[in-house]
């Protein structure tokens, strides 16, 4: 029963290293999300998908890209890592809402630190 | 545009009161969903209610309650009788169901911390 799995839980970057957040979920869901959440900010979208081959921007988009090529994987890469993308970050996965109005699944989260 | 106001950034209450987490929202869609969320101090995120629009009726599931009343565009959330294991971040949520790409996305409220004291 894995469900939403996100790896790496906790990485250290220096500014301007790149690196991607990797997330699989095993319960082909078409929808999947990326957000970051921040102190007093909540949750805040950065890139969704509705389905493999389909992505597009979120709230907070800049400086991470995303791609979709099967239904399972959905990776987050930070191309040149700042020091504002300090953060915790969170795949989800649901249903589309025409197929189950979209329960969010959540991963555990990544802590990202960046120096 | 959607939004999700959560006025309350932190409450703390002493075991066995009631307490309500306000939560209101704005959007121009007549279908549209609502969800909570609880973030305890572990940190991963639970799944607590999902209510869509045409729904009004309020919802009680043990301790917990909702009350979804569109006039005023506000989705609250009663826990009975607090314990010290409900403390955590709550979190409204709304997603709008339109057609399309831009179907499924959930923008959050900022979340209020919830400290339940023995």
């Known amino acids: 029963n894995a469900g939403v799995t996100q790896t790496p839980k906790f990485q250290v970057l220096k500014t301007g290293q790149s690196m991607t957040l990797q997330c699989a979920q095993d319960?082909?869901?078409?929808?999947m999300s990326w957000y970051r959440q921040d102190p007093g900010m909540g949750l805040r979208l950065i890139h969704y998908?509705?389905?493999?081959?389909?992505?597009d921007q979120g709230e907070v988009p800049n400086g991470y890209n995303v791609s979709r090529s099967t239904t399972e994987d959905f990776p987050l890469r930070l191309l040149s890592a700042a020091p504002s993308q300090t953060s915790v970050y969170f795949c989800?996965?649901?249903?589309?809402?025409?197929?189950?109005?979209?329960?969010?699944?959540f991963g555990e989260g990544s802590r990202l630190t960046v120096l | 545009a959607q939004k999700v106001t959560q006025a309350q950034t932190e409450i703390s209450v002493v075991e066995k009161e009631d307490v309500t987490l306000d939560c209101v929202y704005e959007?121009?869609?007549?279908?549209?969903?609502l969800f909570w969320y609880k973030q305890p101090p572990s940190g991963e995120l639970v799944f607590l209610i999902r209510?869509?629009?045409?729904?009004?009726q309020n919802e009680i599931s043990g301790r917990y309650s909702w009350n979804f009343q569109k006039s005023t565009s506000s989705f609250n959330f009663t826990i009975t009788a607090s314990q010290v294991v409900d403390s955590a971040v709550y979190f409204c949520?709304?997603?709008?169901?339109?057609?399309?790409?831009?179907?499924?996305?959930?923008?959050f409220g900022q979340g209020t911390e919830l400290s339940v004291k023995p």
């Open positions: 949520a709304l997603s709008e169901a339109v057609l399309g790409n831009q179907g499924g996305k959930l923008i």
């Open positions: 998908s509705v389905g493999a081959g389909i992505t």
């Open positions: 209510r869509n629009s045409f729904d009004e």
């Open positions: 319960m082909n869901h078409e929808y």
């Open positions: 989800a996965s649901s249903t589309l809402p025409g197929q189950g109005a979209g329960e969010l699944f």
């Open positions: 959007t121009r869609d007549t279908t549209y969903y």
